[in-house]
């Protein structure tokens, strides 16, 4: 009996070692974030109407594939990675909350350079 329990402990600590690694089919981490956090720039201009009208009137194609062509990527490839960190779901919360600080420091830096512009007129 102790030496089926060694086996299912063994065997469970190399299973959950082997899942710990994220498969190659996935976007790795780091680009993940950059990815998300453009898109949702892209979100953002979109909001924006002037900004939203002259982008559909210079171009018909979607504005996502542009951001994952920029990185290399399909949006297959992002759909795919999106569902895979979604079930995990602690590693992606820890991915958004990079997103929202690389969100943050953007804002911050045109923030401060609006000032800086407006100081100097």
Known sequence: ????L???????VLFACSTDKTP????????MI?????????????????I???????????????VFTRYGYTRTDFDTSIYY?????????AMYKEVLNKLSEKEAKIKEEGIKN???E
């Open 1 to 4: 009996m102790k030496k089926i």
């Open 52 to 66: 939203r009208r002259e982008i559909l009137r210079q171009k018909s194609n979607n504005l996502y594939d542009e």
């Open 24 to 31: 190659d089919y996935v976007i790795p981490q780091d680009k």
């Open 85 to 93: 960190y979604s079930l995990n779901i602690n590693q992606y919360d």
């Open 118 to 120: 407006k100081s100097s």
């Open 34 to 50: 950059d990815i998300i956090a453009d898109i949702h720039l892209v979100d953002g201009m979109m909001t924006v109407h002037t």
């Open 6 to 12: 060694f086996i299912i402990v063994i065997l469970s």
